[in-house]
């Protein structure tokens, strides 16, 4: 028998040997992280990321459309979803090493690290943009968000790759990465703290995104989460945390605050996603994008290379989309207006009264641009609960005494606390540049108008009201310079 006959019956043989007596390989893996270090991938955690429904999360950016802004924001979701599973599964392994009687046992560290690896499994193009920009104007009379986006993709990655799973794993699975502060039947509460934690916000999502955004955009980040990971334990079925760690959360919630304020709502990244919304709008009838929503095999085909297909198409319904794309590759974006910081007590008149319409309205007569130059927006920003400082629902310890929680309140973490952990504010655009500055006197007489209206309602007393920032006025004689293309010439 030839050298490849007898190697190919060894192989052969092998598969009739008794599964006692066969070599069993262990498929765990390592992955180098910039943010972790390295990362152990078990078998339960690759069972679901070798598939093509969690490989999609490769090409849909973390950052949106901030990307175009911020050239270092190139990471995606599918890195943010093993940190976050690596971190969760460190997370309940250390309770479970520093707190035996918590009685975690390998069901709860499963379900722990698979919840955090598939939290983001329903994300659509362009992360949030999809799903709280695209789909409520594509389709209002649906209610959907990529945490139901998730679910449904967790269901077909199981169905579509044969994943053997319990149906109470598949079920608490879910109920982590929805989130729960009520109480589970038959489940460990402070499991729910992981992953998605509605208690107060302090879980290890955060934990990786804040981090690895910081990393890749070039911000530095002040606040510590593996402290917080260390100096944590379970009291009355809640994750507590040291009374030491009390700054360094107010520090990560700020952190979060400050990446909205100054990545994720950046003006140029903002223009981009309404250009990039109105694309998807245009292209939604022809390459029926919003119908993904209600079928998975759709949905898992759809990523942010959704606007090179819109670029490859020749179909002539698609000329307009195919023109914003291009507008964005050449730098000819829609264009910031004017801005104004609501103060709370106005947020629900002037967040609503200012409108595209109304500032139609207060055209002079030498104005042409009509509604749909104008763009408005509100842009809500928080520490991560609204209008709450979210510290003052974490419990601490105190190391005199590890099994009594309490609450901290601000003055004893620091005396700079702010008063206010939310804003609105409103941002005026425009998809005609050249007629920013037109839009911009418009807005102001009608924000004087408002301002007119609210002094009069109180007679007497000093109201609040809106006062035009000097810094974004635009001169009188702005003229756009039109772009220009330049050949290299060679001698």
């Not at 950016?61 to 979701?77: C, D, I, T």
């Not at 009355?236 to 760690?245: A, F, L």
């Not at 400082?389 to 901290?408: G, L, Q």
Request: net charge negative; charged share 30%; proline share 4%.
């Amino acid at each position: 028998m030839s050298r490849r006959g007898m190697l190919r019956r060894g192989f052969t043989d092998l598969t009739d040997l008794d599964c006692d007596d066969a070599l069993v390989l262990d498929r765990t893996k390592y992955v180098n992280d910039p943010i972790h270090g390295y990362i152990t991938l078990n078998e339960d955690m690759l069972k679901f990321i070798d598939t093509p429904q969690f490989q999609r999360l490769r090409h849909l950016k973390q950052l949106g459309a901030a990307y175009s802004v911020f050239p270092g924001g190139s990471h995606n979701r599918f890195e943010h979803c093993i940190g976050t599973a690596h971190l969760a599964n460190e997370v309940v392994q250390g309770l479970a090493q520093r707190q035996p009687g918590l009685h975690i046992d390998s069901r709860d560290i499963r379900c722990v690290t698979l919840a955090g690896l598939c939290h983001d499994l329903g994300h659509g193009p362009f992360s949030h943009l999809f799903d709280n920009a695209f789909i409520p104007r594509a389709r209002p009379d649906v209610e959907w968000s990529h945490e139901i986006g998730s679910e449904m993709m967790l269901h077909h990655t199981i169905d579509e790759n044969n994943i053997e799973i319990d149906d109470a794993d598949l079920r608490l699975i879910k109920q982590l990465i929805r989130g729960s502060s009520r109480r589970v039947d038959g489940e460990k509460m402070f499991l729910f703290d992981i992953v998605a934690n509605q208690r107060n916000g302090v879980d290890v999502d955060k934990f990786d995104y804040i981090q690895r955004d910081c990393y890749n955009v070039g911000v530095k980040s002040s606040y510590d989460f593996s402290r917080l990971m260390l100096n944590s334990r379970v009291i009355d079925d809640e994750i507590c945390y040291n009374t030491k760690e009390s700054f360094n959360l107010a520090e990560m919630f700020h952190t979060r605050y400050s990446l909205h304020k100054r990545i994720y709502s950046h003006r140029a990244a903002k223009a981009i996603e309404f250009m990039l919304v109105d694309a998807l709008l245009v292209a939604d009838p022809i390459l029926r994008i919003s119908q993904a929503i209600s079928d998975p095999h759709l949905y898992q085909l759809l990523t942010d290379d959704i606007v090179r297909d819109i670029e490859r198409s020749v179909a002539p319904e698609l000329k307009e989309a195919r023109d914003l794309v291009s507008r964005i590759h050449t730098r000819d974006i829609y264009k910031f207006v004017d801005e104004f910081i609501l103060p709370p007590e106005l947020v629900s008149e002037f967040g609503t009264v200012v409108n595209e319409a109304e500032i139609v309205g207060y055209r002079s007569n030498n104005d042409d641009f009509v509604e749909r130059d104008v763009l408005v927006d509100v842009c809500r920003i928080h520490y991560g609960m609204k209008k709450e400082n979210p510290v003052n629902h974490i419990n601490f310890y105190s190391k005199f005494n590890s099994t009594e929680k309490f609450s901290i309140a601000s003055e004893f973490v620091s005396l700079c606390v702010p008063e206010e952990f939310e804003e609105h504010i409103l941002r005026i655009f425009t998809r005609t540049p050249t007629k920013r500055n037109q839009i911009q006197r418009a807005a102001r007489r009608l924000i004087e108008k408002l301002n007119t209206d609210v002094a009069a309602r109180s007679p007497g007393s000093t109201p609040q009201n809106l006062t035009p920032n000097r810094g974004l006025t635009l001169p009188s004689n702005l003229v756009l310079a039109e772009t220009k293309r330049r050949r290299l010439k060679f001698h």
